[in-house]
């Protein structure tokens, strides 16, 4: 099928016409951000899902956060233009496996990172993000035992900064794993004057050079807010694109992977394309649909997120 020439003014067209909302990850290709309506984290994502009057919803981001924006608009339509845009988090996390790792702590109870299946949310009492994981761990009497899903890595940083034992499903993000310590050194030395910003999903070892550590969200305000000029990013280079926009006069470095290869950018989110964009609002699919036994389970620790945020 034919595409307009001009997919910007297309896709606009289409909003109107669908009465639609475009919802995008700060890990979407540029033109993808500089049309969507609302550009986020996945808190931040969340919360808008939760309190859009659209009628239909265009995730631009991955699997799971349109499908917790289904959860929250059982009557919404919900496209994401890729269906196969998972997440390797999420598909760390099987429920049979999972289930299985639930009953060897019965007295833990649940905290899920939100990037995970509908299933596990609904195996879970609370969901968190990278930006409200700490207050929310925070707000657990003390001699409550938790479990901590699917993230190893957040899962360890939350515990460091809340000083509690967390039971850890061992998952991490293909993305967020493979930037280099020795990398990341190697370009401190020739940026002295830089700082070291990266997310919570990275492993220790680069975590433990990190100057600001926070959410997408975080990041960007940090950068923004800094009187520093120069940022090593560790985490998805695609929120490069808001830092730059926002500061053009500051230098924004993004932390390579050991190798050098483009596996710094997340293969699931970079599906998406503009083009796959104009045709799901065009063709109304692929659309996300969950039974309505599961959206009920999987919304209650959602809405707890949403009232401890
Ligand atoms: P945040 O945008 O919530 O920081 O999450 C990053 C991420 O990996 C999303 O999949
Ligand atoms: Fe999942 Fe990592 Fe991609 Fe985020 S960056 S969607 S955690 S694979």
Known sequence: SSLPDDLFTAIKELKQELNAVILAHYYQN????????????????????????????VFAGVHFMAETAKILNPDKLVLLPDLDAGCSLADSCHPEDFARFKAQYPDNIVISYINCSAEIKAMSDIICTSSNAVK?????????????????????????????????????????????????????????????????ECEASVLRHADYIGSTTALLNYSLKSSEKTFIVATEPGIIHQMQKSAPEKVFIPAPALNNCACNECPYMRLNTLEKLYLCMRDKTPEITISEDLRVKALLPIQRMLEMS
Not at 37 to 51: C, K, M
């Open 30 to 57: 540029s033109d993808i951000q500089d049309i969507a309506d609302y550009i986020g984290d996945s808190l931040g994502l969340s919360q808008q899902a939760a309190r859009t009057p659209a009628d239909v919803i």
């Open 136 to 200: 929310i761990v925070n707000q657990i009497p003390a001699h409550q035992p938790i479990i901590f899903a699917p993230d190893r890595n957040l899962g360890r940083y939350v515990s460091q900064q809340t000083g509690r034992d967390l039971v850890l499903w061992q998952g991490s993000c293909i993305v967020h794993e493979t930037f280099s310590e020795r990398k990341i050194i190697e370009l401190k030395v020739a940026h002295p004057e830089a700082k070291i910003i990266a997310h919570p």
